[in-house]
DNA sequence: GCCAACGTTGGC
DNA sequence: GCCAACGTTGGC
């Protein structure tokens, strides 16, 4: 089981709007980079990842479990660019931000932190046990 | 709103 | 294959 991170714009596709998708999940289309490609192609169903707000918040504020392997993305007719499907699982009841990550000294190497602007990201098993218990969740839903 | 960092594109 | 120019992202 591996552990990752989704980054969103929550003006373009907030935590609310991947809930009301339920138990069907949506694609996360629109990653138009190689590596976030690579990091979806490696993903496994029922794979863990965070879902991160970037921009306005700057805090993690769900989980979401993958649901669908990767697949063509279909905003694009370029065969190049594919993604996974994800569904939400869990509220974080208390959203670590960028801030709280960045103070953590445990963290100090996450991709967030050293690579900002991937947006979507492997996260150690270190780390996704550490970011769970500032957020106040279960690190197995 | 600014700008640094990074990724991509395209000319050579 | 290199690298300058350009575009985008995202923190501040």
């Given at each position: 089981?591996?552990?990752?991170?989704?980054?969103?714009?929550?003006?373009?596709?907030?935590?609310?709007m991947?809930?009301?998708?339920?138990?069907?999940?949506?694609?996360?289309?629109?990653?138009?980079?190689?590596?976030?490609?690579?990091?979806?192609?490696?993903?496994?169903?029922?794979d863990?990842?965070?879902?991160?707000?970037?921009?306005?918040?700057?805090?993690?504020?769900?989980?979401?479990?993958?649901?669908?392997?990767?697949?063509?993305?279909?905003?694009?007719?370029?065969?190049?660019?594919?993604?996974?499907?994800?569904?939400?699982?869990?509220?974080?009841?208390?959203?670590?931000?960028?801030?709280?990550?960045?103070?953590?000294?445990k963290?100090?190497?996450?991709?967030l932190?050293?690579?900002?602007?991937?947006?979507?990201?492997?996260?150690?098993?270190?780390?996704?046990?550490?970011?769970?218990?500032?957020?106040?969740?279960?690190?197995?839903?």
């Amino acid at each position: 089981m591996a552990y990752w991170l989704f980054k969103s714009e929550p003006s373009t596709w907030s935590w609310e709007m991947q809930k009301k998708k339920g138990d069907a999940g949506q694609e996360w289309d629109g990653v138009r980079n190689y590596q976030a490609r690579n990091n979806m192609r490696a993903m496994k169903i029922g794979d863990l990842g965070f879902f991160y707000h970037s921009q306005e918040n700057k805090d993690v504020v769900g989980i979401v479990e993958v649901c669908g392997l990767a697949h063509q993305d279909s905003t694009t007719d370029d065969g190049r660019w594919e993604c996974v499907d994800v569904r939400a699982v869990r509220d974080v009841p208390n959203p670590p931000t960028l801030e709280d990550i960045k103070k953590n000294p445990k963290l100090a190497e996450m991709v967030l932190v050293k690579n900002s602007r991937l947006s979507v990201q492997p996260v150690t098993d270190a780390e996704w046990k550490e970011i769970c218990r500032m957020g106040g969740v279960d690190p197995v839903p």
